[in-house]
């Protein structure tokens, strides 16, 4: 069965193109170690909800965007394992390493969280 990481996050809007390349440079990684598709996906239509929405939960800011990603994997060990190469490479790979490739956005108001689909519906 497939396994989901879903990722929320607040980028400036300046840095938007700095952005798609963190990610252009960094998520091919994923397929590298057995993931099947990395998505990254810029707001288009994020409305303001009256309790809780998108924006309040990454606390977005005057010039920021939201960004909704996932991450598909064929099933949860092989995620695990592609996690676990991950932290290791943090330190040994540029496409990875925070200092080759800095994150273009607050870190601490990331939101992630992995994901058993149950419900699957496809054409």
């Not at 409305?47 to 005057?62: C, H, L």
């Not at 290791?88 to 870190?107: H, I, K, L």
């Amino acid at each position: 069965m497939s396994y989901i990481d879903g990722f929320l996050l607040a980028v400036p809007e300046a840095n938007k193109e700095k952005f798609i390349h963190h990610a252009e440079t960094a998520d091919p990684i994923f397929l590298e170690w057995g993931a099947t598709r990395v998505l990254e996906c810029w707001e288009d239509d994020v409305p303001d909800g009256k309790v809780t929405d998108f924006r309040r939960a990454v606390q977005v800011a005057e010039g920021e965007a939201v960004v909704f990603s996932w991450i598909e994997w064929p099933d949860k060990a092989t995620r695990d394992a592609g996690m676990e190469k991950m932290m290791a490479a943090m330190d040994t790979d540029p496409r990875v390493n925070p200092e080759s490739n800095p994150m273009p956005f607050d870190g601490m108001r990331l939101i992630f969280g992995g994901f058993t689909p149950v419900v699957t519906l496809e054409k």
